[in-house]
């Protein structure tokens, strides 16, 4: 009894003293980053059939929508860049990456997809007045190469993980498209956004050196402040691709290759440059994301 | 002064523990896990102690528990082939055939969901009471015959002394609730991570794989082949968790092994996840094993029915399987409800050799051979 309470003054006292250490100045407040998918104008929901998606007006149906963001940071008016600090919430997001997961397993995202969804990042920021925002489109370097049964949340997520030497799938986005004939089977294209041409011994051990295409998008969206949503659009994305058409002997979609036709055009969505893995002049021609 | 006064905290802690916890009854289980593997999730309502992982293990290889004593978990549940049996489909304990092959006990303490097709059966706790009491089929037998069953226990020597060290808190410790508990800890306990895959991966053993089963490695994680989609992670099952996991992943997948009349369709009270929902896509879906020891436990399928590896890697590369006549007739690689991670693929014969030499990597004989999980003595 009187150890409890004897432990409750400590364990208050330290508290108070972390606090006032953790804080780092009085200006530090809660920012949070709302998201939406939507498929051009239509909200985004599993199960749901988009029609005039790409450049043939598909008709869509997504079986999985999930992404990493990292490196967060608000942009004052003078364009200066302030980091958020991401708040661990042992599921979401660690102090370093969060996952975005609009997908909720139901119908065509049963196979691979969780029943859990988000669409905020929730963070800290310091005073500066907020202009914009800018984030990476998938996870750092230093952590995009580990054990997936090790790794902390959001990272311990098989199905975002292609192995040790790949690293994790920045971006993943799974669905079928059919086109006005119905005797024609769908054609399934699977967008996993990662790093490539990635060295190691073998796929399961990390590589020691960076990639050689990173293929982080970096998204600046000016205009944006808390009060308003960060749009994700999945039909805007895909506006330049032909998604009923695979070429023969490359992955169905674009799994990152930079020598696969169908990447052409979806890395250049994202803002990269396919053959780099680099932005192609700040990624400003990104149009996955949009604020409203 | 700020330390000190943490370290007085942390004395303090560890005293009202002690004296929380009263006389210590149970010994603390510590796991003794491979290098590379996470934290198995153990339900808060059955910590692991050592003294029921032994109740466990004598139990599981115990006659007594079937309603005539002709059968335990260790008749369909052979150490030797991973703890399977080598059937396309099990015996029960009077004769009646279940519907769908015995699975490998290996890493089940990491499965996101117990058994074939059941998202609902997340807990082996869940899972156990299956082939103990299930009447349709009759695997062990125990139901009708409670009483007797558990008067074997209690008349026995030495059992009713093993139960209440087992569950010192419970007045009447020789139960079904507790047998189920017992085999549940004694099974979270079948981990195997020691095959040259592991000692080449997690334990910085650069020779214990060799060139053909490296190349084969490459191979199996392309998105040629796609085989990780699905046989992903440290356990190679897309249904994996653990203790620290955030997110509920429980995949099931259909292979395309039928497409009976063209509508998608499987055999007859063998339709996988469809048979628990009644939900049409879910039709032949189920959930992917581990392909850890996967050379030891043929025939493969949910339902055996394909005999060999080279089978299973004939079927994939086909993008699923054509039956030509008969009642199961139809060609299941247009299956409308197929994975979209089975499209098919062509091998080289050196790259089959290759990902055969895979497949064989996986093989823990340490796992098949390690004393702590045989019939106890």
Redesign the interface.
Known sequence: MRGSRFCFGVCATLALAWGAIGCGGDDEAPVQLSFTARVGAAPFACGTVYPGVGTTAANVSVEDFRMFISNVRTLDAAGGEHPVKLVADQKWQSETVALLDFENASGPCGELGTPETNASIRGMKDGAKIAGVRFSLGVPEGEAHQNVGLAKAPLNLGSMFWGWQAGYKFLRVDFSSTGDDPAVPPTQWLVHIGSTGCQSAAATVAPTTACARSNRAEITLLGWDPSKMIVVDLAALLNASNVLLNTVATAPGCMSDASDPECQQVLAGLGLDASSGQCAGACSAQKFFRVE | M?AA??T??LV??S??TLLACGEHRTSTFTWSLPP???VPAVPADNPMTNEKVQLGRRLFYDGRLSGNETQSCASCHKQELAFSDGMPAATGSTGQMTPRGSMALVNVAYNGTQTWANPALLLLEQQIPIPIFGERPVELGATGNEPQILARYMADVSYPRQFAQAFPDDPAPVSFANITKALAAFLRTLISGNSA?DR???QND?TAMSASA?RG??L??T??LEC??CH????FS?S?T?A??????R???NNGLYNIGGAGSYPPGNRGVFEITGVR??MG?FRAPTLRNIALTAPYMHDGSLATLDDVLDFYAAGGRVIESGPLAGDGR?NPFK??FV?GFVLTTEERADLMAFLQSLTDTSFVQNPSFAKPL
Not at chain 2, 232 to 235: D, I, K
Not at chain 2, 244 to 249: H, K, Q, S
């Open positions: 700020k006064s943490l007085v905290a303090v802690g005293c009202c590379g593997f996470p895959f080449y991966t997690y650069k490296l490695l490459e199996f994680f998105e040629r990780f989609h992903g992670g440290f356990n897309s994996t653990q620290d996991a955030a997110f509920t992943e995949a099931f997948h896509e879910d879906k247009a994975s979209r499209p």
